[in-house]
């Protein structure tokens, strides 16, 4: 579980964040959404505890973040980036990194840690990529790559920065069935995307950001009746519904 209370983020001067206060569950997948530009990315990083400038308090699993550190917060909270590296290592190794929470101090993997990381890499499908290097693999191929080195860390939390950035269909869907399983597995999942349909489909709940606030914080059905998006958008949601009765939303 991740929560904040009257979290406040700001780069020199400039204040992004103001005041915020959110609770991610155990056991759901929480959608950041917001314009370009409206603190996303700066909040899964204070979350996660990389951007350790900040004002208010973060609990990770009911502990305050700033009294816990680096090794233990590690074991509690996973991230991944939006800008991913490309290192000339092969996907093994890149997942095996995932695991260093977990080893002592010559960051030698254990029995347990192997067998992890082939679990991680089994659980998101790449194993046809394990011995190609990162930096020969395709944007989406390394963002499936970094998620499983993050499934590999085994955390109770896990922050996403845009994950679905570089996938194609068949990889969104790949994506979107791992997400699933580690939300049976009663992790809590912070998320943010830019697709409005994929977010509706995705989330339990959906946060909004504008203008360094959370101006919405909901299930999908209140964001759909309230009209958050056609609000700070300035579009319109229409909805479509088929022979079966199923919503589907399109935003014109
Ligand atoms: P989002 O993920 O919603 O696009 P970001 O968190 O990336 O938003 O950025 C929020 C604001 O903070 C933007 O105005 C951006 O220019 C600014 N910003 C982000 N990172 C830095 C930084 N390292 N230094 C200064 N300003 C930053």
Known sequence: MISCNNLTVKY??????????LNAENGEITVLLGKNGSGKTT???T??????????????????????????????????????????????????MGRYPYT?????????????????????????????????????ERQLAYISTVIAQNTNNILLD???????????????????RQKKE???????????????????????LD???IVFCGNTKQFISQRIRDKYFNVKTVELINSDGISYYIFE
Do not use: W
């Open 186 to 208: 009663n992790k809590c999942i912070v998320l943010s995307m830019h697709s409005l349909e994929e977010a509706i489909k995705t989330a339990d709940k959906i946060v909004f």
């Open 162 to 180: 845009e994950p679905t950035a570089s996938l194609d269909i068949s990889y969104r869907k790949q994506f979107f069935e791992i997400l699933d």
């Open 104 to 140: 002592d101090a010559f960051s030698k993997l254990s029995a347990e840690d192997i067998s992890a990381v082939e679990r991680s890499i089994k659980t998101t499908g790449i194993e046809h990529l394990q011995d190609k290097l990162v930096c020969h693999l395709s944007g989406g």
């Open 47 to 96: 979350l996660a505890g990389v951007q350790s400038k900040f004002d208010g308090e973060i609990f990770i699993d009911g502990k305050n973040i700033k009294q816990t550190d680096r090794k233990r917060l590690s074991r509690a909270v996973g991230i991944l980036p939006q800008n991913l590296q490309k290192p000339a290592i092969t996907v093994t190794d890149l997942v095996s």
């Open 211 to 213: 203008n360094k606030k």
């Open 43 to 45: 909040l899964i990083r």
């Open 12 to 21: 020199g001067k400039h204040m992004v964040l103001d005041k915020i206060s």
